[in-house]
């Protein structure tokens, strides 16, 4: 019980923080007040040594809510872009090694981390596998989570100011979402896509399954024309909301010295990781016909939930950000620990 109500505190403290920084993030007219300012109400909170924390399943319910907005966004035509995917699918393949290498060299020789905590600490994504298998073989998992969490903080700001200040996007919410009167049949067909999006990902142990089995599931509803009704608003701020603070709570316990050095760190690694996709994007343009925004989007270092959050809130091409992205994560967790058993013996006999 004691458990429990630790728990419930912790939430209710996070989202009480989060839902004040997206309080004055929306009063102050900034980008995405919802998603940024609870990453910086949450992330104030945990660094002041407040409990803070959100359960699992409440995570996974709001990825639930990604998935069916992204899902909404496929129709037929979708599928007649996929003949341009490949090159821009290998270029992801690409992109990651050559992130992953140059960073760990950066990390190696300036930061001084050894070669394990390193390696792990430069994948261009994977924040909760990258810490606990890096923790597993030997890596210092302080160092390699506070280096993901900052990255994914600063490439979610980076990318939504960016977009606010060059392009004047101001917006919150996918364009076109519900806004007339909402009815309970019209809900309670969501919910149900949801929930068996949900248990189809878990029984098919899809990676990130609340938010990709449910993404699959109104996909298919779309792609069959069966009328589906819109998912309203507000659901997508809730979303913003819950993602944002949880993203912030993941700073709890870091001293201001530790997050210091984690913070240089991190801008330099972010900055170069955000260079090196818009040389892969630019160079993906003439390549592929596709925009430089979807292409960017889809190369960006990002937490999966986040950027595909951003691509809906922005209405930039959410499938095909959500599926590079996906194969980003992917190539991060299965090929990047068989890389690493791979080099290691090498990696840890030279200094270098």
């Known amino acids: 019980m004691t458990s429990r109500l630790g ?21 102050w007219a900034l980008p995405m007040p919802w998603l940024l300012g609870a990453i910086l109400g949450s992330a104030t909170a945990a660094m002041c040594g407040l409990p803070a924390g959100l359960p699992r399943w ?3 319910s709001v990825l639930v809510i990604i998935g069916l907005m992204i899902g ?17 699918m290998t270029a ?7 992130c992953t290498a140059s960073l760990y060299g950066l990390l190696r020789r300036f930061a001084g981390f050894d070669p394990v905590t390193a390696y792990f600490a430069s994948a261009p994504g994977g924040f909760m596998a990258m810490t606990v298998i890096g923790g597993a073989m030997g890596g210092r998992e302080r160092s390699i989570a506070l280096t993901h969490a900052i990255r994914v903080v600063l490439v979610v700001f980076t990318i939504v100011i960016s977009y606010h200040l060059l392009f004047g996007i101001h917006t919150t919410v996918a364009p076109g979402g519900a806004t007339a009167a909402f009815t309970l049949p019209q809900a309670l067909v969501l919910i149900g896509v949801g929930v068996g999006g949900w248990a189809l990902g878990r029984l098919l142990r899809i990676p990130a399954g609340p938010m990709l089995g449910p993404l699959l599931l109104m996909a298919g509803a779309q792609l069959c024309k069966l009328p589906m009704p819109a998912l309203p608003q507000a659901p997508l701020l809730i979303a913003e909301l819950v993602i944002g603070s949880g993203i912030g709570s993941d700073f709890a316990g870091a001293s201001p010295r530790e997050l210091l050095r984690g913070t240089a760190l991190s801008l330099i690694g ?3 990781m ?16 596709l925009p430089f ?28 950000v959500t599926a590079h992205n996906l194969l980003r994560i992917l190539i991060i967790m299965f090929a990047g620990p068989l890389v690493f058993r791979l080099v290691k013996p090498r990696t840890l006999a030279s200094p270098d």
């Open 58 to 60: 409440l995570r996974n």
């Open 92 to 98: 992801v393949a690409l992109y990651v090694a050559v």
């Open 270 to 272: 972010t900055g170069w």
């Open 274 to 289: 955000l260079g090196l996709s818009v040389l892969f994007s630019l160079a993906l343009v003439p390549l592929t016909g």
């Open 293 to 320: 925004d979807a292409l960017f989007l889809a190369l960006s270092p990002g937490g999966l939930s986040g950027v595909s959050l951003i691509a809906v809130a922005l209405g930039i091409e959410p499938a095909f």
């Open 72 to 88: 909404s966004s496929i129709h037929p035509d979708t599928l007649a872009h996929v003949v341009h995917w490949p090159v821009s």
């Open 7 to 27: 728990k419930a505190v912790q939430a209710t403290v996070t989202l009480g923080a989060g839902l004040v920084g997206g309080a004055l993030f929306d009063l």
